[in-house]
């Protein structure tokens, strides 16, 4: 079985590049009929994007204590962490949305030139990743952390809690774009877009450039309310198409 070459598309470079592809929604879709003897390959990629306002925040909020002795730096954030976790779940955050992410206890030194370091003290932390799925609440839930003892938070950063519905979007769009694509090229070599021989597809979502946030309780007590701004999630699928071009 032989194939004609298809110098344009050579020429043109048709494997076109819009981003890659993330493994997580990885998907083919491949046709196993034979490929006439007349038939011509085409390979074309293509690439959309859909935009949602994010509707689910993530922060990482802990705790770090020091003492003299590891035992009291950990009794010390044990204690105040218990109350971090209190005023989690009095703003709402369900059980399934508190993940501990991170305990430690760690010596702190005293550096002094040509002696050895010297222990200090210990500090121990722990941190906790929070979802908020109210992100309209996501202010007064930072506040309460902190006036609780937490002083460490770090984030948000912003998801779409289910983002099918718009990677299906993403989808259609770029299988047009491949379409129309492949209809421009068999248009100038007098030929026609018999059928699509596979489909390879890729995504991701790239969301907002997160808000980092650090604050002490000092800080905070200062604020009305801390004040958040979602933005938006971008969305993009990517995909490589072979089509079969002929008379």
């Known amino acids: 079985?032989?194939?004609?070459?298809?110098?344009?598309?050579?020429?043109?470079g048709l494997a076109l590049t819009f981003g890659s592809a993330m493994p997580t929604h990885a998907q083919s879709a491949?046709?196993?009929?034979?490929?006439?003897?007349?038939g011509t390959?085409?390979?074309?990629?293509a690439q959309a994007e859909s935009r949602r306002v994010p509707d689910v925040a993530t922060i990482s909020a802990g705790v770090v204590?020091?003492?003299a002795d590891a035992n009291a730096a950990m009794r010390d954030n044990a204690t105040q962490m218990d109350a971090v976790m209190k005023a989690v779940r009095a703003a709402g955050i369900a059980e399934r949305d508190i993940q501990t992410a991170g305990i430690s206890v760690q010596p702190q030194y005293k550096y002094a030139e040509n002696t050895p370091p010297t222990i200090t003290?210990?500090?121990?932390?722990?941190?906790?990743?929070?979802?908020?799925?109210?992100?309209?609440?996501?202010?007064?839930?930072l506040d309460a952390l902190v006036a609780s003892g937490a002083n460490q938070i770090n984030g948000p950063t912003f998801d779409v809690d289910k983002p099918e519905p718009a990677f299906d979007e993403a989808r259609l769009a770029a299988l047009e774009k491949a379409k129309a694509r492949a209809e421009t090229y068999a248009k100038a070599m007098g030929l026609r877009v018999r059928r699509v021989v596979s489909i390879a597809e890729g995504g991701t979502a790239r969301p907002p450039m997160p808000y980092m946030m650090r604050a002490q309780a000092s800080d905070m007590a200062?604020?009305?309310e801390t004040s958040v701004a979602p933005g938006e999630t971008t969305l993009s699928v990517s995909l490589d198409v072979v089509f079969e071009l002929g008379q």
């Open 65 to 67: 204590t020091q003492a």
């Open 121 to 141: 003290g210990y500090q121990a932390s722990n941190t906790v990743n929070v979802k908020a799925r109210d992100i309209g609440k996501l202010g007064k839930v």
């Open 222 to 224: 200062m604020a009305k």
């Open 1 to 12: 079985m032989t194939f004609r070459p298809l110098t344009l598309a050579t020429a043109l």
């Open 41 to 45: 390959l085409l390979s074309v990629s």
């Open 30 to 38: 491949t046709q196993t009929a034979p490929i006439p003897a007349d």
